[in-house]
């Protein structure tokens, strides 16, 4: 598997590609991959005859005080597992590569609405950096097919909207999460966990599991809400939020609502966690 950190290199790639008739689809990650990530490797090639995958820690994502700089940073095993995955290119920039004239000056892609709920709310600015940069993977790369794991389902939502409203010719594919045996669903930030606290972390999934069963059996929402919140914080954790929302535009869900998903968020130690769950 070939490592590319230069845009022409990658665009020199691509259009060999091309011209042999290939489809491609892009992997956007942050690195320190894990199973999660390897299982987008592997529902790309279903997809596409290559595989790129892309390694960026995303500075404009990351607010004041957030862990840009303690993010791990694992390139050399990352690259190892993407070959062994099936990848054919690693696209591995620098912070100068993709933002050349300083992340203040840079043109900033907004998804407004979507942006600003749950982890929006909390983490203000956060889905403009994610919007921005994938918005330029796609444009660099022009994948037929960008494949995003569901564990991320408010970015998921956000990057189909953005495609949709900018006309982006390239197909967005959600990959459902993948989980640790005691429900836990991958992270690249589990890392942060003591094993005390990794000990407490399913608690999480386990507290949406038990709502999604309450809202199936009629439960009022306000009602399923709070008790996953009591839940969450009777197992240690700090809960952020926990919502009941309509599948397709993260509105809070009501009873005309057939397709429901329920996320939350929650810190944990060093560790700020989220998940979901279809209803």
């Not at 489809?23 to 592997?42: E, K, Q, Y």
């Not at 690259?79 to 990848?87: I, K, M, P, T, V």
Request: overall charge negative; charged content about 20%; proline content about 6%.
């Amino acid at each position: 598997m070939d490592c590319i950190n230069d845009i022409p290199s990658l665009r020199a790639q691509i259009a060999h590609w091309r011209a042999q008739g290939e489809r491609v689809a892009l992997v956007p990650t942050m690195g320190n991959l894990h199973a999660g990530h390897l299982s987008l490797i592997g529902e790309a090639r279903r997809h596409a005859q290559r595989v790129v995958a892309s390694i960026f820690v995303n500075p404009l994502q990351f607010g004041p005080g957030e862990d840009f700089a303690a993010y791990p940073r694992t390139l050399a095993e990352d690259r190892e597992r993407l070959g062994a995955a099936g990848c054919d290119l690693l696209f591995a920039p620098g912070v100068e590569t993709l933002y050349p004239h300083g992340q203040e000056g840079h043109t900033r892609v907004e998804v407004p609405g979507l942006s600003d709920l749950l982890c929006g709310a909390s983490r203000p600015g956060h889905f403009v950096g994610v919007a921005t940069v994938v918005c330029k993977l796609l444009n660099l790369v022009q994948p037929d097919v960008a494949l995003f794991g569901e564990k991320d389902y408010q970015q998921l939502l956000v990057i189909r909207r953005m495609v949709e409203d900018l006309a982006l010719p390239v197909e967005i594919v959600g990959v459902p999460t993948v989980r640790e045996p005691d429900g836990l669903a991958m992270s690249s930030r589990n890392g942060y966990l003591t094993p005390a606290e990794r000990a407490q972390a399913p608690a999480l999934y386990h507290a949406l599991c038990a709502a999604a069963q309450s809202v199936r059996d009629g439960g009022e929402v306000a009602s399923v809400e709070r008790t996953a919140r009591e839940a969450l914080a009777a197992a240690g954790l700090e809960p952020d939020y926990v919502q009941v929302c309509a599948a397709r535009t993260l509105a809070p869900a009501s009873p005309e609502d057939r397709e429901r998903v329920i996320l939350a968020a929650a810190r944990l130690g060093r560790a700020r966690l989220i998940d979901n769950v279809n209803v």
